[in-house]
């Protein structure tokens, strides 16, 4: 499966959980966080951002963040399937 991330910045650690910020106007300071945890108000000072692995990572196991980015279209998902791949790289040779 290969995860194309449209919008890295849409993506956000709360206490170790990755999740995603939603429905939130940008001066409030109390934030929406969804997660595979589910829902919860945090303060949106004690957000942090993942890293590139990290993010990818998380959304390569994390079925139910998977799920919610690509929704929102924060992210693509292409799944391609081995045997596709080979014969394609098999007709080059």
Do not use: C, W
Request: no cysteine.
């Amino acid at each position: 499966m290969q995860i194309i991330i449209n919008n890295p910045e849409a993506f956000v650690t709360y206490k170790g959980t990755t999740g995603i910020v939603l429905h939130t106007p940008e001066n409030h300071r109390t934030v929406n966080f969804f997660s595979h945890k589910g829902h919860r108000k945090v303060n949106r000072n004690d957000l942090g951002s993942p890293s590139m692995n990290k993010l990818e990572e998380e959304l390569l196991t994390n079925e139910h963040l998977r799920a919610l980015a690509y929704e929102h279209n924060f992210i693509e998902v292409h799944k391609q399937e081995m045997m596709d791949y080979l014969e394609y790289a098999n007709s080059y040779n």
